[in-house]
């Protein structure tokens, strides 16, 4: 490895998905630097999520390498095994427990980040509570939701559980955070409040690819943006090369600004 590549934390090289007749993905070469947030961006259907979805094991490329601590996820990894390696996911619909508290749903996943099997290692996870809540505390001071951690995580609104899978993530201390469109639904002021968040993670060095279709969002958290149309990246640079680039304002039709 020459010492140009060393700072790769995930290196998508040749990849291909069809679906039927349907090229989702063609020949995506993606490099993600470490420390970066490298934003995902395109029109819907690009294959975006289809992307992230061969990453973490719960689609298989056709072709293609995705490699990733020395581990190429194509080849047959679970989601749960890429996951333990480092890799945590907030999806496009949140993924929460919601008859638990909201400080149980941040918990939840550190037990079973540092057990690996969270049935088999009850009891060390049961000695290592009190450790966990007040970290889990934290995350939900971080979100200025550490006063109502009692209450059902159901009875927040959507765009507070969409931030509370991010808590979720972030007590994994993942090596590679990815989210797909994490202020999607959400109204202004949370998506204020989740740049805010994403930022604080960022300046704690934390490499993330965002899926993002509020260009607010894009241009206020990323390095670099890569540009995905009908399964193939488009353009690629930091994000004034983006804002004016022809390409990307073609495959954005119907919308002037970009
Ligand atoms: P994006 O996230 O950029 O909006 P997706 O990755 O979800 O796009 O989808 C890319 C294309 O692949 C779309 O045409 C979509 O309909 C298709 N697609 C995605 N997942 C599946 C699937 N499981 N089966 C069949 N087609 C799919
Ligand atoms: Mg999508």
Known sequence: MSAEQSNIVLDISGVNKSFGGLQALSDINLQIEEGKTHAIIGPNGAGKSTLLNTCIGLLQADTGRIDFEGHDLTKGFMPHDINQMG???????????????????????????????????????????????????????????????HNHAGSLSRGNKRRLELAMCLIQHPKLLLLDEPTAGMARHDTNQTIELLMKIKARGMTKVIIEHDMHVVFSLADKISVLAQGAIIAEGHPDEIKGHPKVREAYLGSAEV
């Open 87 to 149: 890799i945590s996911r907030v999806f496009q619909t949140p993924q929460i427990f919601p008859d638990l508290s909201i400080l149980q749903n941040v918990m939840i996943p550190a037990f079973a980040k540092r057990d690996g099997s969270f049935k088999l290692n009850i009891f060390k996870a049961l000695r290592d509570e009190k450790a966990i809540e007040e970290e889990a505390l934290h995350f939900l001071e971080d979100l200025g939701m550490a006063d109502q951690h």
